[in-house]
């Protein structure tokens, strides 16, 4: 076989974070990843936040090897291992005609985001979603590929569709109906924005697998949440996201959140991911809307203390003001993400209790809801022509 034939392109993709509203937090399947009930969440721009994936395969590679942010991780074993298998599954099952690339070659995969890892930020979604995109991409895997990416973190089945989606739990034992499914392209709520208030971007003490897992095992009012909350509660958010109800989407959001926390309290011994910023922002979210007697703005925190605050246009200015005033050190950088007019309104600032915390938050970025993986070019490769890292972490 020549050099040439030997040797399969190389395939780069981004793809994007997605915030869930309806939390993903139990499996009844620790193998399968299959969730103990329904979630749904919106897809943010990649534009600001996403995770970057080159990927190539070749038969003179001796081992699959994968490159995260730099750094050589292990890829025989795991959540990566798994993913990659599953791929190649659905590549092998193709028709001779189809298929693109030997899925009997060694792949070499790089993979890199451009905000912060483990963070409470859904590094993981973005990134397996990235890797499975782009390997769907490489060996011609054609179709919905959310099952394949869901193999790799749950959350990330969400994050191979764009704008507001539902992940649906399933009830086969195999997993075959635990699926992705769009809800609402992004365009459908042109107003929405979003501000991520990032309290810290470093590694969290207890991972999301393994407080969810502990969970499982000790949380009554999980079990309660999974049958009594999340069916109504999904009904509801799904027809506030049809009809552009931001009043009931936003009581939801919160609620949910509250009560995903609570859960992680209800844990033994506890997962605590919040911290005292991040209970300053949701009460700096309650306030405001309290003083206009309407949801401005809803939060949520996945498993981290970083909030997520869902609102509609008119008033990002008015909160990434408030943020910037109780939270910002006088960073220069503390706005960050899409241009945004501040708006100061001081009747707003004297009608609210809220102590300032300089510092308390590193930054905030301002984004909307966005579209799903993208291919991108040639240029864009983080991967060289032999199949190795363009740059490797310092």
């Known amino acids: 076989m020549s050099e040439e034939a030997a040797a399969a392109p190389i395939i780069t993709c981004t793809a994007p974070v997605n915030i869930a509203v309806i939390k993903y937090w139990g499996k009844r399947d620790e193998s399968l990843i299959l969730p103990i009930n329904d979630s749904v969440s919106v897809t943010l721009s990649s534009d600001q936040m996403h995770a970057k994936t080159s990927v190539t395969a070749n038969a003179n590679f ?8 730099g750094k050589e991780e292990t890829a025989s074993s795991g959540r990566l291992a798994s993913c990659l298998a599953s791929v190649r599954r659905a590549a092998a ?11 009997k070659w060694k792949v070499h995969i790089c993979s890199e985001n451009n905000f912060p890892t483990a963070a409470g930020l859904a590094s993981s979604a973005a990134g397996y979603a990235c890797l499975v995109a782009a390997l769907c991409r490489l060996y011609g895997v054609e179709g919905d590929i959310s099952a394949l990416a869901r193999r790799g973190s749950g ?17 086969m034992e195999d997993g075959r109906d635990s699926i992705a499914v769009q809800l609402r392209p992004a365009s459908h709520w042109p107003g929405m924005r979003v ?11 207890t991972s999301s697998s393994v407080g969810m897992k502990n969970s499982v095992k000790t949380s009554e009012l999980l079990k309660y949440r999974a049958e009594y909350s999340v069916p109504p509660r999904t009904d509801t958010i799904v027809k506030a996201i049809e009809e552009r109800d931001f009043q009931t989407f936003a009581d939801i959001t919160i609620k949910d959140s509250n009560q995903f926390h609570a859960i992680c309290q209800d844990t033994y011994p506890p997962c605590v991911y919040m911290n005292p910023t991040s209970h300053t922002v949701s009460s700096l979210v309650h306030q405001i809307n ?22 509609l246009e008119k008033y990002v200015g008015l909160v990434a003001s408030l943020l910037q005033h109780f939270f910002s050190d006088g960073n220069e950088e503390f706005l960050r993400g899409n241009a945004l007019e501040l708006e100061s309104r001081k009747e707003v600032l004297e009608a609210l209790d809220v102590t300032s915390n300089p510092g308390g938050l590193k930054y905030v970025i301002h984004t909307r809801p966005g579209e799903g993986p993208e291919v991108l070019g040639e240029h864009e490769a983080l991967l060289d022509k032999n199949g190795m890292p363009k740059k490797f972490a310092v």
């Open 195 to 205: 501000l991520i208030c990032v309290a810290s971007d470093t590694q969290k003490k």
């Open 290 to 311: 309290d003083h206009f007697g309407e949801k401005v703005a809803c939060y949520t925190f996945d498993a981290g203390p970083n909030a997520c605050i869902f609102l």
């Open 62 to 69: 001796s081992c699959d090897r994968i490159w995260l942010n």
């Open 155 to 171: 959350s990330a089945c969400r994050s191979v569709l764009g704008g507001f989606v539902r992940w649906h739990m399933g009830n």
């Open 93 to 103: 099952s193709l028709s001779v005609s189809s298929a693109k690339v030997n899925t």
